[in-house]
């Protein structure tokens, strides 16, 4: 995975003036993956660029959550190619990045009769396709482009920040906090705000199944 910050960066902004020990470009670097690991785990989403095939279990719904993806190469649902906007729709996240969270498969359920998902679904035999029978496993493949480009600043920030947290709770390991010269504390047992918030912002909930 590409460091989405540079150790100077990351010196920079916590005011580091050290190269060497726990301030080396190695020591930092390896506290930006884990910091933009932790990240995009927490939220569930997918920042880093990324590009090849997915699979997913649709389970029968009429739309599922996918990670963060750009552009679609190829879209194969139980071994049969799909079509962009006719067979199947990408829904964007909420801020109308550029990315998509979602992919729907098939209108809604109308008045209970499943032939009125869609307005072909005896020409293009779709009856097999109830949401009430399932799925098989592994029955949707995605082959696109994942992750952003260009980053979103604030998650950038985020990163910075929660890797400067990791060099300075390392003092703190034990006990979670570190007594300052001037006797004050230093608590590190709480994620920093801004780290809190960009999770919190961009947290990647479950969509919509069985309807």
């Given at each position: ?10 010196r920079t902004f916590g005011n580091i003036t050290g190269t060497s020990g726990r301030y080396s470009d190695g020591s930092i670097g390896s506290n930006v993956l884990a910091a933009q ?164 912002t961009y947290r990647r909930g479950t969509q919509a199944v069985g309807v």
């Amino acid at each position: 995975m590409n460091q989405f910050v540079t150790a100077a960066d990351v010196r920079t902004f916590g005011n580091i003036t050290g190269t060497s020990g726990r301030y080396s470009d190695g020591s930092i670097g390896s506290n930006v993956l884990a910091a933009q690991g932790f990240i995009e785990r927490e939220s569930h989403r997918l920042f880093a660029k990324s590009s090849g095939e997915k699979t997913f279990t649709t389970e029968g719904r009429a739309q599922l959550s996918v990670p963060d993806l750009r552009s679609a190469n190829s879209v194969t649902w139980d071994g049969a190619a799909l079509t962009a906007n006719e067979s199947y729709w990408f829904i964007p996240d909420a801020k109308q990045t550029g990315v998509y969270v979602s992919l729907q498969l098939r209108t809604f359920r109308r008045e209970g009769k499943w032939y009125y998902s869609n307005p072909e679904w005896w020409d293009r035999g779709l009856d097999w396709a109830r949401g009430d029978l399932g799925s098989e496993p592994n029955d949707l493949v995605i082959d696109a482009e994942w992750g952003w480009d260009p980053l979103p600043y604030d998650v950038l920030h985020a990163v910075k920040v929660l890797a400067v947290w990791y060099i300075k709770r390392a003092d703190a390991v034990l006990a979670n906090a570190v007594q300052g010269p001037d006797g004050a504390i230093l608590d590190y047992s709480q994620l920093p705000p801004e780290v809190a918030d960009v999770i919190r912002t961009y947290r990647r909930g479950t969509q919509a199944v069985g309807v």
